[in-house]
T-cell receptor, first 111, second 113 residues
């Protein structure tokens, strides 16, 4: 079983919809949680970074972490065609070093 | 303009050939990483280095080699022992410490002729 499981998608929504992207994890040592956006054949871009349970908001994006359930989410409000990309969750423990990634969810926002 | 530069953008390998992917960063980061990405799959760690002249194997190191002679450079060699090298390769870097954020280059697509 993988340490990080991400809802596989693909996901297709109309412009303006609220999007929910989700990951679960099994390793209770994970303390830092990230969401990356990756356009086709480009490097991932860091969108959100959190290290505690609760919500963190940045513009149209909200990252939610529930450590008790080992569950993280990314919400996108008022989705735009430019949000069409693959979204990767990632997490790591308190030891410096490697992050563990989900397999990614591909989102298409249709005009 | 700080960032991570990967070259080339596209690379083709012939049977039995070793090829080297370049990664340079000017972010003054101590740690550097190489990930492999296959279609529909997440990122898998090949090698990482937290300090000059030291590196550790990741989850899929077989058929790959690295060096870290300078802080800003972390080249990856895909050897002939790697039988399925076709993939998108991503270099990343971060500061020292678990809280440091991970930043990526733009990637190299390697294909077999």
């Amino acid at each position: 079983q993988k340490e990080v499981e991400q809802d596989p998608g693909p996901l297709s929504v109309p412009e303006g919809a609220i999007v929910s992207l989700n990951c679960t994890y099994s390793n209770s040592a994970f303390q830092y949680f990230m969401w990356y956006r990756q356009y086709s054949r480009k490097g991932p871009e860091l969108l959100m970074y959190t290290y505690s349970s609760g919500n963190k908001e940045d513009g149209r994006f909200t990252a939610q972490v529930d450590k008790s359930s080992k569950y993280i989410s990314l919400f996108i409000r008022d989705s735009q065609p430019s949000d069409s990309a693959t979204y990767l969750c990632a997490m790591k423990g308190t030891n410096a070093g490697k992050s563990t990634f989900g397999d990614g969810t591909t989102l298409t926002v249709k005009p | 303009d700080g960032g991570i530069t990967q070259s080339p953008k596209y690379l083709f390998r012939k049977e039995g050939q070793n090829v080297t992917l370049s990664c340079e960063q000017n972010l003054n980061h101590d740690a550097m990483y190489w990930y492999r990405q296959d279609p529909g799959q997440g990122l898998r760690l090949i090698y990482y280095s937290q300090i000059v002249n030291d590196f550790q194997k990741g989850d899929i190191a077989e058929g790959y080699s690295v060096s870290r002679e300078k802080k800003e450079s972390f080249p990856l060699t895909v050897t002939s022992a790697q039988k399925n090298p076709t993939a998108f390769y991503l270099c990343a870097s971060s500061g020292q410490g678990a809280r440091e954020k991970l930043f990526f280059g733009s990637g190299t697509q390697l294909s077999v002729l």
